[in-house]
């Protein structure tokens, strides 16, 4: 049995599907966090959130991660750490300092930076298959840089994720707007202070999809590969993801090779990743590694197809486990899930047309996360008000 140290998580789906796999699999785990009340809000009415009962629940300042490796190591002889994780993306480069420090399993430091941050990762990877790229400093070089690449282009924060602030712009006003928007949001939801370049890369025309792996000994193993529906144009949103992805052998092969030469690229070992990608008339094209499990419930598609939990796996490979990746017979030949988001705001009113959908064959579960009565928020601004 291990006991592993889990610095912060989002508040979606992984906050209760990691916790839950790591008892499954028989080990224990610490919790720490810099507001406990974040995930407090968070839990269903009357009930306690799985990551609040941990062991342990330690109140520490996970934004200072200098003063927070130093913290965990000071705790490490009397509690016994064996691995260190996190769900959320903010947190993963201080999960792998603390790693560093305490001589835990884990990815190097500086792997998991550039993995994190979109423009180290296009500096690092440059020699594989992508986007035009450049990297705008500040709003002065924001225009040679998109002349560089040319319009139209996707204009990106380096240090974001879910989505937020990534558009499509089509001419140097649209850039300049996109650019402002971003530029009125310095501190990202966890109250970070985020770094001020834009990343604008060529617009990859086809569909996308994304690679789950797990790496383990720096071997990385490819479980599938997922389809995507995105929407909101000029937005990215996703709505929508399918397990297997409906791809013939040879794309879905060249989609997992570049996504496994990504991950091997970077350096990250110990790690479960969620690489996207563009299937263009070139061929695969990398968009961007996610060095953590995938989010909108794909480790739950993946788990109902395949047997494979990749939240467990992930807590295995924080442990240095090499964990079992061996898909089963499931008696499910692919799984999917749907988000439905409005083309505009307004009030939710009503919800209908759900009668009778948790008897229907195939049918897993449903869930609101707005109220009759409540706003319903447009596509637009979900990819600026991302949960965290």
């Given amino acids: ?108 430091p500086e792997a998991m930076r550039a993995a994190c941050r979109k423009d180290e990762t296009r500096r690092v990877l440059r ?39 990534v558009r499509r712009v089509d001419d140097e006003a649209a850039l300049l707007a996109a650019a402002d928007a971003a530029a009125a949001f310095p501190v990202n939801a966890r109250g970070q202070q985020r770094a001020p370049q834009l990343l604008c890369e060529e617009l990859l025309v086809g569909p996308e999809v994304s690679v789950e792996t797990a790496t383990a000994g720096g071997v990385t193993t490819v479980v599938g590969v997922t389809d995507k529906v995105l929407t909101g144009a000029p937005w990215f949103v996703e709505v929508g993801h399918q397990f297997p992805a409906a791809l013939d052998a040879a794309t879905a092969r060249a989609a997992a090779e570049l996504a496994r030469a990504a991950v091997d690229g970077l350096g990250l070992d110990h790690t479960v990743a969620h690489t996207e990608v ?64 409005p083309e505009r705001e307004g009030e939710l009113v009503a919800v209908e047309g759900t009668e009778g959908l948790a008897d229907r064959e195939g049918s897993s579960r449903r869930s609101s996360r707005r109220r009759v009565g409540g706003p319903a928020t447009a596509a637009a601004t979900t990819t600026t008000s991302a949960t965290s």
């Fill in 1 to 108: 049995m291990g006991h592993l140290v889990v610095i912060e998580s989002w508040v979606g789906a992984m906050s209760r599907l990691l916790p839950r796999a790591i008892r499954e699999a028989g080990h224990r785990f610490t919790f720490v966090t810099r507001d406990l009340h974040h995930y407090l809000r968070s839990a269903p009415a009357g009930s306690t959130h799985p990551l609040l009962t941990a062991d342990h629940v330690l109140t520490l300042d996970t934004n200072d991660a200098p003063r927070l490796v130093e913290e965990l190591a000071a705790l490490a002889p009397r509690l016994g750490f064996d691995g260190v994780l996190s769900s959320c993306d903010y947190y993963l480069e201080t999960v792998a300092l603390v790693a560093d420090r305490l001589g835990l399993p884990g990815a190097p």
């Fill in 127 to 165: 020699d594989l298959p992508g986007p035009r790229w450049a990297i705008a400093r500040d709003r002065t070089d924001l225009l040679d840089a998109a002349r560089d690449v040319g319009f139209p282009l996707v204009v990106k924060p380096v240090d974001l994720c879910a989505g937020m602030f």
């Fill in 278 to 341: 563009k299937l263009t008339a070139d061929g695969p094209k990398l968009v961007e590694v996610n060095p953590r499990p995938a989010g909108n419930r794909i480790t739950e598609l993946v788990r109902r197809v395949t047997g494979v939990d990749l939240a467990r796996a992930h807590a295995e490979v924080a442990l240095g486990r090499t964990p079992d990746l061996t898909p089963v017979a499931t008696g499910t030949a692919s799984a999917a899930v749907r988000f439905l988001v």
